[in-house]
């Protein structure tokens, strides 16, 4: 539809280029030029620009000029300059006839050779086809540019695709081995872990389907995983959330965090040791920051808690959703405590 109309500008400006071209000469005369001088001077001139103009633009650009037959095109422009010349010097004088000039006198300077006519005619034939290559190269290079933004787009939208239902797996892999630990020390938290994962895995279903959905869904998200987590570990493991308290109605990608939460558990928890995680999510004026701190817990062999695709797949969906607006920084201090923040800015 939008390609349609387009069309219908683009043929209502030329006609209106045309209209102001053929009648500007005709309104600067302030109507007296005669009927045969302005048909002679300017309106039949302005025909055979427009002939020439049209005729490389719809189709000797892109049937030679751009088929690699340059050849072809440039003899047959010449001949149409030179068919053009001889009707302009020759044939539109018999049926436009100059008005009589007035008598020279005997020292007056001789007139301006003919040649010099046919030069300056050449010259401004040549006009319209440079302007129509012009033009057309910059139509074709519209077009390019269209067609490759297009392509990098379902690119861009495919490998979108691809990551989110790498997640999805993995995501649900790493809560079905955290439930499988629960079976046997506590079969009621195991039967409470299920049922909070069907509300997860709803979630996902249902409501991460758009390219962006709500902040305060993705923390009510974060708050059940959380949840989850905390139901297989102990009192040893401690977890703080501190957690913007009035988000406003900010929209973010879906399931963008969670890597940075799964992460948190996977490195910050260990068996024999207390724990202590912190997770925080402000919003400030234009931007989203949201930061995690564990203790870097070196992860066993026996450990199934993940498989180390969580953060890379993070890194590559805010290289592509956010290429230019989000910071993502990790440092481990020298008491061997991770520090990850991530701050998105929202416009």
Do not use: C
Not at 138 to 146: I, L, P, S, V, Y
Not at 168 to 184: C, E, G, R, T
Not at 247 to 271: C, D, M, T, W, Y
């Amino acid at each position: 539809m939008n390609s349609k109309k387009n069309k219908r500008y683009i043929i209502l400006l030329h006609i209106l280029v045309w209209i102001i071209l053929l009648g500007f000469p005709y309104l600067l005369s302030g109507q007296s030029m005669q009927f045969g001088t302005l048909m002679r001077r300017n309106w039949i001139p302005t025909a055979m620009y427009a002939v020439l103009f049209y005729v490389n633009y719809l189709y000797m650009i892109p049937e030679y000029m751009f088929q690699n037959r340059r050849l072809h095109f440039i003899i047959i422009n010449l001949v149409l300059v030179g068919l053009m010349i001889l009707l302009k010097q020759e044939v539109v004088p018999e049926l436009f006839p100059y008005s009589p000039p007035p008598p020279r006198s005997s020292d007056a300077p001789p007139g301006p050779p003919r040649g010099l006519f046919v030069y300056i005619d050449i010259l401004s034939l040549i006009v319209p086809i440079m302007f129509a290559i012009a033009l057309s190269m910059a139509d074709r290079w519209t077009r390019t540019e269209e067609a490759r933004r297009q392509a990098e787009t379902e690119r861009l939208q495919s490998e979108l695709k691809h990551l989110k239902y790498q997640l999805q797996p993995h995501f649900f892999f790493n809560s079905l081995n955290n439930i499988y630990a629960m079976v046997d020390l506590s079969p009621e938290k195991a039967k409470e872990a299920i049922h909070n994962l069907s509300k997860l895995m709803r979630y996902f279903l249902y409501e991460t389907n758009e390219e962006a959905v709500l902040l305060a869904k993705e923390v009510d998200f974060l708050y059940k995983y959380i949840g989850l987590m905390k139901l297989r570990y102990s009192d040893n493991t401690q977890v703080h959330t501190h957690f913007a308290d009035d988000i406003p109605p900010i929209k973010v990608a879906p399931l963008l965090f969670i890597a940075i939460v799964e992460n948190a558990f996977k490195h910050g928890v260990s068996a024999t040791r207390p724990s202590e995680i912190t997770f925080g999510l402000s919003v400030e004026p234009g931007q989203i920051i949201f930061t995690s701190i564990n203790k870097n817990f070196p992860k066993t062999q026996e450990d199934k808690s993940g498989s180390g695709i969580g953060l890379e797949n993070l890194k590559k969906r805010l290289e592509l959703i956010y290429p230019h607006t989000h910071q993502l920084s990790i440092q481990i201090d020298e008491n061997d405590y991770y520090h990850l923040s991530l701050t998105i800015k929202i416009i």
